[in-house]
């Protein structure tokens, strides 16, 4: 996948421009417009968990999240992704946002499994946002299971380390794991940064895969 960008490196980008780095990579409007509802909840997330004295960084936790399908253009080879997003972030010299995008992926758990914060974060958040709304985990891997009937053995694989990272997530803001669903369900969601691009390039939408 080419780069037909121009984003310094090393440099830090902002909200905005990360959107505007996703759309020039070719991804689709429906892939951009879950990106920014798994940053809205992923942000959050990382909020409380500062709030709370954690070792978190809400920013970084955001742009993670807005960055984590990057390599979800035209062309991009599913049993590559993460790897292939994780790649370009690592060139362009964030390799914290680099590591988030790789430890995404529900195959994760059997090779390289988040590790911080921002890094289990952005996976929590990206397994319970089904296209642009909050669901739930059970809701969300009934969904993939759905879409996916041929990974239905590494979502099963996946689903007990998930299941433990909502009661980590839960437990470090005092909550159970079905007091951190229903707070989600009930948070009102902001996709303002989708918003951004436009009526035109949203108009070319379709689901989130």
Excluded: C
């Excluded at 920013?59 to 790649?87: F, V, Y």
């Amino acid at each position: 996948m080419g780069v037909r960008y121009s984003w310094p490196v090393a440099q830090r980008p902002n909200d905005r421009v990360a959107l505007e780095i996703l759309r020039s990579l070719g991804v689709p409007p429906n892939v951009l417009r879950h990106s920014a509802a798994v940053a809205a909840v992923a942000f959050h997330l990382a909020s409380r968990l500062r709030e709370r004295g954690l070792a978190v960084d809400p920013a970084t936790t955001r742009l993670g999240a807005l960055l984590h399908d990057l390599d979800k253009a035209s062309g991009g080879r599913p049993d590559s992704h993460g790897q292939n997003a994780g790649q370009i972030l690592q060139a362009l010299g964030h390799p914290d946002l680099a590591r988030i995008a790789q430890r995404h992926p529900l195959r994760a758990w059997t090779s390289d499994p988040p590790q911080s914060w921002e890094e289990k974060i952005v996976h929590y958040a990206d397994k319970v946002v089904e296209e642009d709304r909050v669901v739930g985990l059970q809701a969300r891997l009934e969904g993939l299971r759905q879409r996916y009937p041929g990974h239905a053995e590494e979502i099963g694989a996946a689903e007990p380390h998930l299941r433990r990272l909502e009661e980590e997530i839960a437990r470090a803001l005092n909550l159970s794991p079905d007091q951190l669903t229903a707070e989600l369900l009930a948070w009102p969601l902001d996709l303002a940064l989708a918003q951004d691009l436009g009526p035109a390039y949203h108009a070319q939408g379709g689901k989130e895969k």
